[in-house]
């Protein structure tokens, strides 16, 4: 499984590192982004509460 963030949604809240650090950081410019392209295995939950937690919904996982 693959992640992304959509930039131009992101505000910037930080709850998907906080939720899933191993998949997701924040950026300098404030917003966050995927640190890895393929989800591992055992991420795989915590991205998926990421991306259904996102305020905005900027995160893709497929």
């Known amino acids: 499984m693959k992640a992304s963030v ?9 709850l998907c ?4 650090p191993e ?3 924040m950026g300098d410019d404030g917003l966050a982004y ?5 989800v591992p295995a ?3 939950d915590g991205a998926k509460e990421a ?10 996982l497929g």
């Open 51 to 60: 991306a259904e937690s996102c305020p905005v919904d900027a995160i893709r």
């Open 6 to 14: 959509d930039k131009q949604m992101c505000i910037g809240c930080e």
């Open 17 to 20: 590192p906080g939720v899933c």
């Open 23 to 25: 998949v997701f950081a």
């Open 42 to 44: 055992d991420a795989l």
């Open 34 to 38: 995927a640190i890895v392209e393929t």
